[in-house]
């Protein structure tokens, strides 16, 4: 091993092994939210999915969206599975009826109980397939900000909006 190599491995161990729980270090794994309130909300959604007899959530915008959800039956996953981590593992564990769209107008008419878009963050210039295009549709639902991973970088969008059907939620969950 030469003294360069070396270098690059003690960086490493220092950066991401030691403080690797650090809110600074970019290099942290993103498979959790960022979101402290994120449990009740996803107790909410599992509840949701389990007493809802019809489809339990649908993803909104081109990132989140899946021409195919059956591609998502057998690994590896179909387009879009890995945009909605990590509500996916989730969703799953919950055996959530998953659809989506990349159309707006999909929701001016009856929705599932659970919506889910990215917001519009201004660390990008695309406000493409965003929660704000959706919000006009959204009259009987309450919002819920949701970090898919510590912070927004560039257009990797980390903010999301849960919508829920507010007739779908505890009373206590509205507030």
Same mark, same amino acid.
Request: one cysteine or more.
């Given at each position: 091993m030469n003294a360069k190599t070396f270098h690059k491995l003690l960086i490493l161990k220092d950066d991401c092994l030691l403080v690797s729980q650090s809110p600074d270090n970019q290099l942290v794994q993103y498979a959790q939210s960022s979101s402290a309130d994120a449990k009740p909300l996803l107790h909410d959604l599992e509840r949701i999915a389990d007493e809802n007899p019809g489809t339990d959530v649908l993803f909104y915008g081109e990132e989140l969206h899946s021409p195919t959800e059956s591609a998502h039956d057998v690994p590896p996953p179909g387009a879009g599975?890995?945009?909605? @981590?990590? @509500?996916?593992?989730? @969703?799953?564990?919950?055996?959530?009826?998953?659809? +989506?769209t990349n159309e707006s107008f999909d929701l001016s008419g009856a929705k599932s109980p659970i919506i889910v878009a990215l917001n519009n963050v201004s660390t990008c210039a695309s406000e493409d397939d965003t929660a704000e295009d959706i919000d006009r549709y959204m009259? #009987?639902?309450? !919002?819920?900000?949701?970090? !898919?991973? #510590?912070?927004? +970088? #560039?257009?990797?969008? +980390?903010?999301?909006?849960v919508y829920g059907a507010e007739n779908e939620l505890p009373a206590d969950s509205t507030t």
């Open positions: 599975w890995h945009a909605c @981590l990590p @509500l996916t593992w989730y @969703l799953e564990a919950a055996d959530a009826d998953v659809v +989506s009259d #009987g639902y309450h !919002r819920y900000e949701f970090q !898919r991973f #510590g912070f927004n +970088s #560039g257009c990797h969008v +980390s903010d999301m909006t």
